[in-house]
């Protein structure tokens, strides 16, 4: 089958792998039927070393189920299923308290085992990690696959933020994850909903999706530009969707005292900067890998019901020969989030 691997820096190619098969008794193999590519894919894609190994890309999708192993209950052979970014056994005390993505006995796709920008793909713990479907409708294919992240990370840095009703939130990043930020903010209720971003195209979504109010300005500029829409207090939450030093410096400045900051960027920086002011003005600063798996029966229901259309963020479709390109147009910022049809 084919596959996508990341070998260095700007250097992806799609290439004939070995076929899945079931290695452990709970596994299941999925035939992909839609996979896409994530900004945090990018983070290697723009610095990792050249001969430090082959890595099978990707985290995301939804496909069908053609076997499983012999201790798999829940998950049957033909079933549609969203597959969370991490994988997870269900059943561990921290997938009872909803935290999937600390699973003793879990990890992450594209690192802990293959990627899914594939033909097919072996799942671990299957019945822990699939959320079967009712049906593959295909006018719904990219919200549902927007499930399996990018709508349960904005979710999350949502939760984080403690954002609710008539409360003031910002997104920084207007990148899929903040985008989805926007929704799930406008979900929870917030009053004014700020998006942090330079792209047009990208502004005009977030404004379709719940955006009351868009800042293009960056670093100080921008921080006051927040602070003029918020009678100078700053917002009550802020969900940080980029995970520089930068975009958290601004989360610190524009969030008002006593308030929240959801993280969910990876960061890529060693220390939280300004932890004296943070201290002093009450700020707490929550987040981390979203386990998306427990948002998945929470969120669903809007899509199917049409409330929310977090599908939206894609905006071009490859086919995995396709995907090095697709990796390119979103590293040029040409492309939101590119969706994979195998």
Known sequence: MLATIMYGAGDVRVEKVPDPT????????????????????????????????????????????????????RIKVGDFVIMPFAFSDGTCDFCHDGLQTSCVHGGFFGMHTEGAQAEALRIPQADGTLYPLPAGDDSLLASLLSLSDVMG????????????????????????????????????????????????????????????????????????????LTGGFGTHAVLECVGSEQSMATALDIVRPGGAIGRVGVPHYDTIPGAQPMFYRNISVGGGPAPVRAYIAELLSDVLEGRIEPGLVFDRVVDLQGVPDGYRAMDARESIKVMVKP
């Open 153 to 228: 990370t904005g979710h999350h840095a949502a939760l984080g933020a403690r954002v609710g009703p008539g409360k003031r939130a910002a997104v920084i990043g207007d990148g899929a994850v903040g985008l989805c930020g926007v929704i799930a903010a406008k979900r929870l209720g917030a009053e004014q909903i700020i998006m942090l971003g330079r792209h047009p195209d990208r502004l005009a979504l977030a404004r379709r999706f719940g955006a009351t109010d868009c800042v293009p300005e960056r670093g100080q500029a921008g921080v006051e530009r927040v602070r003029e």
């Open 22 to 73: 079931l290695r452990e008794r709970t596994d299941a193999l999925v035939r992909v039927a839609r996979a896409c590519i994530c900004g945090s894919d990018l983070w290697p894609y723009r610095d990792k070393p050249a001969g430090s190994g082959a890595a099978r890309m990707g985290h995301e999708a939804i496909g069908i189920v053609e076997a499983v192993g012999s201790e798999v209950r």
